[in-house]
C-alpha cells in the first residue's frame, strides 16, 4: 500500500483492530497519524500545523457522522454471523468496508490535494527513501525471498494469529485443519508486492501534477478509489481466484469452530459496536477525545489481508 495519507485505510481498517488497541489509538490518532505522515514527506513547521488543523477536522466529522454507522454496521455483522457465516455475508461485509473507505476518501480529497499540493521538490525526495523501508518490511514479513514453503509458513502463521485473537485459542486440530484450507488458496504476496510498486510509481507520477490543482484532485482522487487501474490481467486473475477461495475458506473455518468459539467472535464484534458508541459520543456522557483508528501499514488492509488484493 502506498501512502495515500493513509486516512480512509485507516478509518475502515479499524474494525478489525483489538479493542485495548483501538481505545488507545483513538485516542491519539491526530499524533500517530502526523507522525506517519512526516515520515513520508518530512513536513516544515507551517505543514505540520496545517496537517494537524485538517487532520483533526476530519476525526471530529468522522466521530460525530460516522463512527454511529460503524457501530451499526458491526451489529448487523453480528446479527448475520450468529445465523452461520454465508458467501452472501462475506460478500457484504467486504462491500461495507469498500463503502466506507470511500465516504471517507470523498469527504478528505480536498485537504488531501492541497496538503500535498504544498510539498517541495525537496520533500518529495523523501517519500522513496520511506517506500524502501515500506516495502523492504513487506518482503521480510511475507518471506518472498524464500522458497514457497517457507512463504506457505509465514502466511500460516499470519493466518492462525489472525484466527486466534477473535476466536480464542485453537486447539492443535484445527491449526492442522486450517493448515489443510489454507494450502487451496493461491500464494499471491508476490504478485501484490509487483503491484505496490507500481502503485507506488503512479503517485510518485502524480505529484508531478500536484501544482496543476484542477488537474490534480481529480486524479489523485481517482487514483485513491481505482485499486483495480493499471492491473496486469494475470493479477486481476489472480486476485478473482484468490477471494473466491478465501470465501470458501472462511465459511470452512466457521464450520470447525466451537459453539464457545463461535460465541467469542459474536461477542468481539458486539463490543466494538459498543465501542464506537461511546467513541462516537451518541451514549456516553463523556465519551473518550475522537480520534481514528489502527495503524495498518502496508499491506494490512483487512480487505486487502482477505483478497490478496491490494
Not at 453480528?78 to 452472501?88: C, F, H, K, V
Not at 490534480?216 to 486473475?237: C, D, I, M, S, V
Request: one cysteine or more; a positive charge; charged letters at 30%.
Amino acid at each position: 500500500m502506498t501512502t495515500r495519507l493513509r486516512w480512509g485505510v485507516l478509518l475502515t481498517g479499524l474494525l478489525l483492530a483489538g479493542c485495548s488497541a483501538m481505545q488507545l489509538t483513538y485516542n491519539q490518532a491526530d499524533m500517530l497519524l502526523g507522525w506517519r505522515a512526516d515520515n513520508y514527506f518530512d513536513f516544515d513547521p507551517q505543514q505540520k500545523h496545517e496537517f494537524q488543523l485538517r487532520i483533526n477536522r476530519l476525526l471530529a466529522w468522522h466521530r460525530r457522522e460516522q463512527l454511529p454507522d460503524y457501530a451499526q454496521f458491526v451489529y448487523a455483522a453480528a446479527d448475520r454471523a450468529g445465523d452461520g457465516l454465508t458467501r452472501d455475508d462475506i460478500l457484504w461485509m467486504v462491500d461495507g468496508f469498500k463503502k466506507r473507505y470511500k465516504v471517507i476518501v470523498d469527504r478528505g480529497i480536498i485537504d488531501a490535494a492541497e496538503l500535498l499540493t504544498s510539498l517541495s521538490t525537496e520533500q518529495l525526495r523523501t517519500l522513496p527513501k520511506q517506500w524502501v523501508k515500506d516495502n523492504r518490511n513487506f518482503v521480510d514479513d511475507h518471506d518472498l525471498g524464500a522458497g514457497l514453503d517457507r512463504q506457505k509458513r509465514a502466511r500460516l502463521k499470519r493466518t492462525l494469529s489472525q484466527i486466534n485473537d477473535w476466536t480464542g485459542n485453537l486447539s492443535r486440530a484445527q491449526e492442522q485443519r486450517i493448515e489443510q484450507m489454507l494450502d487451496a488458496v493461491p500464494l499471491v504476496e508476490h504478485l501484490r508486492h509487483q503491484d505496490r510498486l507500481r502503485r507506488q510509481a503512479e503517485f510518485a507520477e502524480l505529484l508531478k501534477l500536484r501544482t496543476q490543482r484542477q488537474e490534480f484532485q481529480p486524479k489523485l482522487h481517482a487514483w485513491l478509489l481505482e485499486w483495480e487501474h493499471g492491473r496486469t490481467p494475470e493479477y486481476e486473475r489472480t486476485v478473482a481466484e484468490v477471494f473466491e477461495r478465501r470465501v470458501e475458506f472462511y465459511i470452512a473455518l466457521e464450520k470447525i469452530l466451537t459453539p464457545a468459539q463461535r460465541e467469542h467472535v459474536l461477542k468481539r464484534l458486539r463490543g466494538f459496536g459498543d465501542d464506537f458508541k461511546v467513541l462516537s459520543g451518541r451514549t456516553a456522557a463523556a465519551a473518550p477525545a475522537a480520534a481514528i483508528t489502527a495503524l495498518y501499514f502496508a499491506g494490512h488492509h483487512p480487505v486487502a489481508e482477505f483478497a490478496g488484493a491490494m
